[in-house]
């Protein structure tokens, strides 16, 4: 995984790394789909070319073009980041941790705190300092659907996208009560098995990976740039040297000159 953190993406020569997962949840799909009528697979997936990974496999598994539906949420920035804060708190809460014991050693290094990384600190930061849309490929052909309102309406976008008809007793808090507990004891499963710790010491390897790469880029880049001043100044030199053989030569010729009359 480190490789593909810090490679800056999925990339085409380095799909021996990333393509199985790919082709195991489309596979994991397609079974699903013998038993149930419709299949839902969520994966938040910032390059198109993975995402192409799993169309491809659903179709060589006998999966129809017209039979895939792909959609493509959108969101505000504010609401993106603020959900992320408050899962990312449960989530460290739920390891004994708090937001900046886990989140700390990861976070952007442009972002500035002091204590406890308090709510406002990072919605802030991700909606004017760092995009957290920067690195997200848009894709073409999916269908776009809004849930920056975290009510109903986007209920109501996905449900119209995918066909469905919704059972409209329910409101947007009674579903949030069914499902947020669902959410929760996925984090507790990760963490019994190891799968949140594991998460965490990949994603701080990973940054000082990438930490070490950016400052080996910037010794590059200083050794170029300073064999690059060391090649003018043997340029200015040599123009130089040159300029005084010229001025010998001149010298020499108007001595003759001399000696001549």
């Known amino acids: 995984m480190i490789p593909l953190l810090t490679s800056g993406g999925f990339k085409e020569d380095e799909k021996h790394l990333w393509g199985g997962y790919f082709e195991k949840i489309a596979n994991m799909t397609v079974e699903a789909a013998q038993t149930h009528d419709r299949v839902v697979l969520s994966h938040a997936t910032y390059d198109q070319l993975p995402r192409d ?13 017209e039979q895939i539906t792909v959609i493509q949420l959108t969101i505000d920035k504010a609401v993106l980041t603020a959900g992320i804060y408050e899962r990312f708190k449960r989530q460290a809460g739920q390891i004994g941790m708090t937001f900046t014991e886990a989140f700390g050693p990861i976070a952007d290094p442009r972002m500035e705190w002091e204590g406890e990384i308090t709510k406002e600190t990072y919605v802030n930061f991700y909606v004017s300092v760092a995009d957290p849309f920067g690195c997200f490929a848009d894709d073409p052909a999916a269908i776009k659907v809004d849930v920056s309102s975290r009510g109903v309406a986007h209920f109501d976008g996905i449900d119209t996208a995918l066909g469905l008809t919704r059972d409209n007793s329910l409101s947007y808090e009674e579903i949030c009560k069914k499902v947020l507990p669902l959410d929760a004891k996925r984090d507790e499963e990760a963490i019994a098995c190891g799968g949140f710790k594991v998460m965490c010491e990949i994603a701080t390897e990973a940054e000082a990976i990438s930490k070490a790469c950016e400052l080996e880029s910037k010794e590059k880049e200083q050794d170029e740039a300073e064999l690059a001043k060391m090649k003018r100044r043997r340029s200015s030199l040599k123009d130089l040297k040159d300029q005084m053989d010229k001025l010998r030569m001149m010298s020499t010729r108007n001595l003759e000159e001399v000696l001549e009359e």
Request: aromatic residues 0%; proline residues 0%; without cysteine.
């Open 53 to 65: 990974v799993v169309i491809e496999t659903l179709l060589n598994s006998g999966i129809k073009k």
